[in-house]
C-alpha cells in the first residue's frame, strides 16, 4: 500500500470521463450550484477542452475567442453553445489566457 495520493490528472479525469495526462494544463472549478467545470489544454493542440456536470460531462472544443456574450439572448454568456455564469466565463478565461502559450505552434 502507497501512501502517495493520485494525481490531481487522474483524478479529474475519473471525475469527468476525459483523457487527462500529466502533460496537460488543468483547471478545476466548483460554482455556486455545487456544478463542477474541468479545463484541459494538451501541449500543441489548438483547442482546449472542456467538461460541465451540468452538461452530463459532454466534452467542449475552446479557444481563445470561444466565450460569447449576448449572441444568444442579451447578457447571456456562452461556450461552445454552452450557457455558462459569470463566474464561470471568468474561470474560463483565465485557464484559456494561462495555456495560450501551450496553444502555439511547436517548432
Known amino acids: 500500500m502507497t501512501d502517495t495520493p493520485p494525481a490531481i490528472e487522474q483524478l479529474l479525469a475519473r471525475?469527468?470521463?476525459?483523457s487527462i495526462t500529466a502533460r496537460d494544463y488543468v483547471g478545476y472549478f466548483l460554482n455556486e450550484h455545487?456544478?463542477?467545470l474541468v479545463f484541459a489544454q494538451?501541449?500543441?493542440?489548438?483547442t482546449a477542452r472542456l467538461w460541465?456536470?451540468?452538461?452530463d460531462w459532454e466534452m467542449f472544443h475552446v479557444g481563445d475567442h470561444s466565450i460569447r456574450v449576448g449572441e444568444v439572448?442579451?447578457?447571456?454568456?456562452t461556450v461552445e453553445g454552452l450557457i455558462i455564469n459569470q463566474s464561470e466565463a471568468t474561470w474560463l478565461s483565465s485557464?484559456?489566457?494561462?495555456?495560450r502559450?501551450?496553444?502555439r505552434r511547436q517548432l
Not at 95 to 99: D, F, H, M, T, V
Open 95 to 99: 485557464c484559456l489566457a494561462a495555456s
Open 34 to 36: 455545487g456544478e463542477e
Open 52 to 55: 460541465h456536470s451540468d452538461a
Open 73 to 77: 439572448m442579451d447578457g447571456m454568456i
Open 15 to 18: 471525475l469527468c470521463g476525459g
Open 42 to 46: 494538451r501541449p500543441g493542440e489548438k
Open 101 to 103: 502559450h501551450l496553444r
